[in-house]
Structures are given as structure tokens and as C-alpha cells.
């Protein structure tokens, strides 16, 4: 059985990370026939300055919920991000803590070195390794994926329990 990955396409600017974000959520989350949990979109300013621009959450399309597994993804991924992240929100804190519980920290570390490699980032926790990762993100610079040690309930899970404290209606799921 297959575990969620977390994968980071690094890019040399802004727009070649836009077009590989357009293209996966013009896919309503699809990648290579598999869904996504959550796609971000991450701009690094000259003084390297992390910031979310776009975000997309196939499984919520939630406005109380949406950025919570963006934003626990990248406070995982670049730590200065987590004391900000926290502040944000439990939802946010939360989601970061329980992904940090199933990623080594060797591989948070190169994950981040993807999300450090340019001016731009696409980063995704996906349901499982697309068969080609770099037709996934083609555009990309620099790409590095890992999978998780955690199973998909885990992860359904935590989206449960985020929607419950926002008090968002649950939707029917489809795999």
C-alpha cells in the first residue's frame, strides 16, 4: 500500500511555478490519475521571504478550512514559517505538527532545499509518487519528493477533525 507524498518542485522564477500549478489544479487535483490533498503555490522574495500566493485543496473547497494543509505543509518545510503558521491558526499548528510526526527530518531538510532553489515553489501532498514525477512539475528546476510514513486515513482523518472545528458541513469524497 501506498503512503502520502510530499513533493517540491523548486523554479528559477515565478511564472514557470505558475504554469505547473495552473496546469495540476486545472486537473481539479488530479495528478497522473491520482488526487491530491492539497497544491500550493510559494513565491521566495530577494531576501528570502517565503510566502503562500495561491492554494488549492481538492478534497475540502472549503473557505474555513482551505489553507490549512497548505500552510502546515509549509511551516513543515521552511521552520521560520512555523512560529508565523501557528499564530494563524490551530488548524494551521496542527497540520504542521502531525506531518512533521511522519517525515524524517533528513528528508524535511532536502525537501527544503527544493523549496530554497529559486524564486518560486510548487509544493504537493499528494495520495501517492506519480509514475513521472518530472512530467508532473515539467517546468520545474529542481524537484525532490518523499514519501510519508503516514497512512491516508491519518491524513482524512486530520481534514475531519479541521472541519469540525470550523464547523464546515462534510462533502461526499470521491477517490
Known sequence: ??????????????????????????????????????????????????????????ETEYGGFAGAVVGGL????????????ASAGIGIARVAAHLWHGVSRKDVA???????????????????????VNGALPHATHIVHRETTHRHEDI???????RDMHDVPTATATS
Open 1 to 58: 500500500m501506498s503512503h502520502p507524498v510530499i513533493i517540491v518542485g523548486g523554479y528559477d522564477n515565478r511564472r514557470r511555478a505558475e504554469l505547473d500549478f495552473e496546469a495540476l489544479t486545472s486537473h481539479k487535483g488530479e495528478i497522473q490519475g491520482h488526487r491530491a490533498y492539497a497544491i500550493a503555490l510559494v513565491e521566495r522574495d530577494s531576501v528570502g521571504k517565503v510566502k503562500i500566493v495561491n492554494q488549492y485543496e481538492p
Open 74 to 85: 509549509v511551516g513543515l518545510l521552511y521552520l521560520p514559517l512555523v512560529v508565523v503558521t
Open 110 to 132: 532536502e525537501l527544503g532545499t527544493a523549496l530554497d532553489s529559486g524564486e518560486g515553489a510548487v509544493l504537493v501532498l499528494a495520495r501517492q509518487t506519480p509514475a513521472d
Open 156 to 162: 482524512e482523518a486530520l481534514a475531519l477533525e479541521l
